[in-house]
């Protein structure tokens, strides 16, 4: 077998594991979509994912390709990335993802993805080799996207309360029973719009060290963007119920009008993130806004203990999926 053959052999296998941490990335942060609307009853569980996995899809025609471009591009200095980089980077966003859903904790796979990148980069040729204002600026975002989440969930309750003020709780509970699938759709639009990105980036990023797509490609080839918004929506539709369960019904008690209000204010976030380029989180996202909504009703409404272990599995995510890529770099070295 020629070197070339054993090139492409193994391009298409990291390909496919990208598409397997890809699924995983839906099936690991289905509640984040559905959590809410699934615990408020306005949908069933099977209706649920089927309706965030459609829009996940439809994202694709939506955003552009800024999120994929900081993932496959920004975070290391072009001439770092290779097999093994791309190889550690998603063993150990996949290994700390199968952790916390095993755990049912709702942690990051953005960040264990960007973890990973990192980890194996490093263990490569050093920080020097990272394109640190990347880097800072998603690190940012794991503490700036849960409080945009938080502020805007808690603003649109307030302002919904005061719309709805004269109206009887058997009337609002209606009319949020409808709109809740408006906000449903618009955030599943937003957790399809950033985070199949992360896997479209990383793709993309093995494409360009090996020679299959050139540098100066502006966008990555069709073929690797239907397959990622394909895997992340069938992951969704398979759904991590561990998770749903600790997001939408551990965390608070949501109504149809609260889980309104998280999922829209969660849904700004992610939109505006996208436009930016930012790849954030939208497990840390939505945690922010249905923690906003529940302590604009009363701050015993919400479960601070669940919250702080959750905050927890955020601090330690980038680290350990980092440490856990270190090794699977040094593996693969002696693999390929």
């Known amino acids: ?18 598409i397997l941490f890809d699924f995983m990335n839906g099936f690991h942060d289905a509640a984040n979509s559905i959590a809410t609307v699934v615990s408020t009853g306005v949908l069933k569980p099977g209706q649920a994912v089927l309706f965030a996995a459609v829009f996940n899809f439809l994202a694709i025609f939506i955003f552009h390709f800024g999120v994929a471009a900081t993932i496959g591009k920004g975070l290391a200095h072009p001439g770092v990335v290779d097999v093994h980089v791309v190889f550690g980077a998603l063993v150990g966003a996949i290994s700390w993802n199968f952790i916390t859903w095993y755990y049912g904790i709702p942690s990051s796979s953005s960040h264990a993805l960007i973890g990973g990148i990192v980890g194996a980069v490093m263990v490569k040729a050093g920080a020097s080799a990272l394109v640190l204002s990347s880097v800072m600026k998603t690190v940012v975002f794991i503490f700036v996207s849960p409080v945009m989440g938080f502020l805007l969930g808690s603003l649109m309750l307030i302002a ?35 985070d199949a990105q992360k896997t479209i980036g990383i793709i993309w990023m093995l494409l360009i060290a090996t020679g299959y797509t050139a540098v100066g490609d502006t966008s990555p080839p069709t073929w690797v963007v239907l397959s990622c918004y394909a895997a992340i929506a069938t992951g969704t539709l398979f759904g991590g119920w561990r998770i749903v369960k600790t997001m939408g019904q551990r965390l608070t008690k949501l109504k149809p009008v609260h889980g309104f209000c998280a999922e829209t204010g969660g849904a700004i976030t992610l939109f505006t993130a996208a436009i930016l380029g930012i790849p954030v989180s939208t497990t840390h996202t939505i945690t922010g806004a249905i923690v906003g909504v529940g302590a604009t009703q009363r701050a015993s409404a919400v479960r601070w ?10 601090i330690l995510t980038i680290p350990a999926s980092a440490f856990v890529a270190a090794i699977a770099y040094w593996i693969s070295l002696q693999i390929f």
């Open 305 to 314: 203990g669940i919250a702080g272990n959750i905050i927890w599995a955020w």
């Open 1 to 18: 077998m020629t070197s070339v053959q054993v090139g492409l052999w193994v391009v298409i296998v990291l390909v496919v594991l990208a």
């Open 160 to 194: 919904v309360s005061w719309a709805f003020r004269r109206s009887t709780p058997s009337r609002v509970d209606k009319w949020f029973r409808s709109l809740q699938l408006v906000s449903a759709g618009a955030y599943s639009l937003g957790h399809g719009g950033n």
